[in-house]
């Protein structure tokens, strides 16, 4: 059984900063490619950013130099730094990952950036 165990979604001020952290239930470097997808309300779920086993990155163009994705093998933690945020960053984030060519979802954590 694969779980996702995402936290640190909150209220930022726009330019504010967040990290947001994945905690998987088994060794994420098993998984081909682990990453971030959000859905705003009323909007399709898209892609943040995804890493590979072999660490290379990939970033959505509307979070490009503003957001950091990484991962901690030793403590089976995938994490999402994000700052300067915007209101449109505003959405439920949720980490995912491929292994053996199936999809495994986290339970999401709400961003919201507002003044």
Not at 89 to 105: E, F, K, P, S
Request: proline share 3%; charged share 15%.
């Amino acid at each position: 059984q694969v779980q996702f165990v995402e936290s640190g979604g909150g209220l930022v001020q726009p330019g504010g900063s967040l990290r947001l952290s994945c905690a998987a239930s088994r060794s994420i470097s098993s998984f081909s490619s682990i990453g971030w997808y959000r859905q705003a309300p009323g909007k399709q779920r898209e892609l943040v950013a995804t890493i590979t086993s072999g660490g290379s990155t990939n970033y959505a163009d509307s979070v490009k130099g503003r957001f950091t994705i990484a991962r901690d093998n030793a403590k089976n933690t995938m994490y999402l730094q994000m700052v300067s945020l915007k209101p449109e960053d505003t959405a439920v984030y949720y980490c995912r990952g491929v292994l053996q060519l199936r999809l495994y979802w986290g339970q999401g954590t709400q961003v919201t950036v507002s003044s």
